[in-house]
């Protein structure tokens, strides 16, 4: 569904995808592993035309992703930011239904509060936060309400930036759980990208190893552990010993 | 001798790129301007933020200056018997000159610097590019009501500032240096002519967008994390406040030359 071919990206420097190639099958769940400053984040907004590659083609269904309606291709995604990245300026139940009450997926008032409200609920949130302004929530509930957003509309591709960092453990297998369930419900293709292996064993039916720009090994989350990859292997034991250099 | 001239002409090729950058970011708001989608809820919340919540610090910059201006001229007319051109003098500078200018310097204090600090938190936090995976232009939802609203509400702050700032030197007048209330409203309303109203309101537009559009500008364009924000906070404010002086200078040249 979503293809990566030798990808390229630079800033300044810094060359940060160095022909990334990947595969991620429709209706599966991507994990892309990697170590901080590895490219990861520019690999999804690669797709989303939030940043543009030096070179190579990303394909979405066999089509150029750079091609064709943009708002129409935007339509198929949503997307979890790190931080939330929640509009500070609107209650809850309005960022939930941003794309309800605008350009070709608008809908009445009443009806996108209740999608909303359906999906705050879809989310583990009371009603009663819908009308909260983002400012007066937790990090978890951050995160929920930005999960909530990023289904509201259905979209048949999710992408999830690190939908962990900064929560407690538990906090952390609630948002797992809810990704999981959220996709494997309504069926569509997600791409997580995280460092939390705690994540990967919990989101991910594929994993991607994503390091110096490139994809070091991918495969089935169950033949992670027995890849025999030197680079996988550091990362998800942790060791600072090994092909990836600890100070980068 | 060399390093010298060549660290010159990095630093005219940087303004010139940044003024390129600035008329670029202008040219594309208003391609926006005249292309659907419109934002209304989104324009109707600038015209509030922009106009409405403005008209106090407008209110007291104009009454302290016009009251300010009439002691002036009062004391520097008492020099050659011409303290009778107070009301003349009060009118003809709060509407062609201080009006305009300090309603535009005190926009770009208040309303340049708030929209810069805004967007640029927006980019920090990566709200922007949560816009734009919502199928949402941010020039369209953020920069556009923005403009237009600067455009619409600037000129009547403009208009308010200067019956303001009019009423200060009236008050002053009458009730310090002894002016009959009557004879110097009847100079002010005799010696103010069209032009001089219209060139006001014409600097209000030009200072509204100047202010929003470099708000937005810094904003869009601001580095990363709070030295980021504070940064395009602080570059918006100076380049607005230095370009509402430039086109003040220009307007003027155009309206009163001959």
Known sequence: MIRYEDVHKSFGPNRVLRGLTLDVPRGESMVIIGGSGTGKSVALKCVLGLVEPDAGTILVDGRPAAEGDREAFLARFGMLFQGGALFDSLPVWQNVAFRLMRGALKRPRADAREIAIEKLRRVGLTPEVADRFPAELSGGMQKRVGLARAIAADPAIIFFDEPTTGLDPIMAGVINDLIREIVVEMGATAVTITHDMTSVRAIADRVAMLHGGIIRWTGPVAEMDTSGDPYLDQFIHGRAEGPIAAVR | ?258
Not at chain 2, 61 to 83: K, M, N
Not at chain 2, 159 to 176: E, P, T
Request: aromatic share 8%; net charge neutral.
């Open chain 2, 1 to 258: 001798m060399t390093r010298l001239l060549g660290g010159i002409g990095a630093q005219v090729l940087a303004v010139l790129a940044a003024v390129g950058r600035v008329a670029i970011f202008a040219a594309v708001t208003l391609r926006h301007l005249v292309t659907p989608p419109f934002y209304g809820r989104e324009f109707l919340g600038a015209l509030l933020n922009i106009g409405w919540l403005s008209l106090p610090v407008v209110g007291l910059t104009a009454v302290f200056t016009g009251g300010a201006l009439a002691l002036q001229i009062y004391a520097g007319g008492s020099r050659f018997d011409a303290e009778a051109v107070v009301p003349q003098i009060v009118a003809i500078g709060m509407v062609r000159e201080l009006g305009p200018v300090l309603v535009g310097l005190m926009i770009a204090a208040r309303v340049t610097s708030s929209i810069a600090a805004e967007i640029a938190t927006m980019k920090v936090t990566e709200q922007i590019d949560a816009l734009v995976t919502l199928s949402t232009h941010p020039m369209k939802y953020l920069t556009v009501p923005r403009v237009l609203a600067g455009l619409v509400t600037v000129p009547l702050l403009v208009g308010v500032g200067d019956i303001i700032g009019i009423f200060g030197g009236y008050q002053v007048a009458v009730r310090s240096l002894g002016f009959n209330p009557a004879t110097y409203l009847q100079n002010t309303v005799d010696f103010l002519e069209p032009l001089d109203v219209l060139s006001s309101l014409v600097k209000g537009a030009a200072f509204g967008v100047i202010a929003t559009l470099m708000g937005c500008y810094s904003g869009m364009n601001s580095g990363r994390g709070a030295q980021g924000v504070g940064a395009a906070t602080k570059s918006s404010v100076e380049a607005a406040s230095v370009l509402i002086l430039a086109a003040n200078f220009l307007l003027t040249g155009v309206f009163f030359s001959a």
